[in-house]
């Protein structure tokens, strides 16, 4: 299944993709959905329709409980940043004021003029788990999206700690759906990924190439702390950064920018001025 959130006049809702059509679930969120135990049941009701042309993507959890977010994950780009391989996933969070929805502009912050970008496979839990097994980091996986963590670099280096970096207001896309993981060969999915800037391929990669791929990281995040229905890990991002490029390559108002994952569709976003 291919699950999303969308906002109407009557607020956001939960939908199941249906060929052209949208299944309204009957929540107002994928949050809310995925919080029922038979979620994968309730995800196959029948309700009120809506066109997929024009649809307006929310975030496909518009409040979850965390965001936790891998740092060099793809080896490609581990190099690139001048590191060696790491025995550990590192570590970030981001917050729920942070994302936007698939289709929605990014606001470039007046405060910086280092905005890169990185695409992301990000899993979104479907159950809550702590210190799970295999068995049970399998279960917990309701699905994957696409999140472009775009970096504010400038704030991100001030310290040796990046989140200050990560977590500026409204500049996180992800969606526009959740897919479920027998659409896309299961909890641990090869999948191309890549951004397009302004119709220029930076980054492309497989998500097969994960150091640490999402079975591990829900058990070792859930090890520290409870994942809940509609929490979001995302993975990390390949080489193809704007701050490793030679001159150093950063997001302008203007600019389109373009994260996609395949078999999960995209997050397409224009640069705006604050």
């Known amino acids: 299944m291919k699950l999303a959130t969308i906002r109407t006049a009557d607020g956001t809702r939960a939908v199941r993709l249906d060929g052209d059509l949208l299944v309204d679930l009957g ?50 780009h581990i190099k690139e940043m001048g590191r060696e391989l790491p025995d550990y996933p590192t570590l970030f969070p981001k917050f729920a004021d942070t994302l936007l929805g698939a289709g929605d502009d990014i606001v470039k ?35 994957f999206t696409v999140m472009n963590d775009i970096s504010v670099r400038d704030w991100q280096f001030r310290t040796i700690e990046w989140t200050q970096g990560k977590i500026w207001e409204a500049t996180t896309p992800v969606g526009p759906y959740v897919v479920t993981p027998d659409e896309v060969g299961g909890v641990r999915p090869a999948l191309e990924v890549r951004t397009v800037v302004d119709g220029q391929v930076v980054q492309q990669d497989d998500t097969g190439t994960l150091l640490f791929d999402p079975i591990f990281l829900v058990q070792y995040i859930s ?14 991002t390949p080489a193809g950064v704007g701050n490793a490029r030679d001159p150093k390559v950063f997001l302008l108002p203007g600019n389109t920018v373009v994260t996609e994952i395949s078999g999960l569709g995209a997050c397409t976003n224009k640069v705006v001025e604050a």
């Open 27 to 76: 929540y107002a969120d994928l949050g809310e959905l995925f919080a029922e135990a038979d979620w994968q049941a309730k995800a196959a009701a029948s309700g009120t329709t809506y066109p997929v042309e024009g649809a307006d993507f929310a975030p496909v959890v518009p409040n979850p409980s965390k965001v936790v977010c891998v740092g060099h994950n793809y080896t490609n």
């Open 109 to 143: 912050p007046a405060e910086t003029d280092a905005l890169d970008w990185e695409v992301e496979l990000a899993v979104v839990i479907g159950k809550q788990v702590r210190r799970a097994d295999e068995q049970q980091a399998t279960e917990a996986i309701a699905g």
């Open 223 to 236: 090890t520290v702390i409870t994942l809940r229905p509609g929490d979001i890990i995302a993975t990390g």
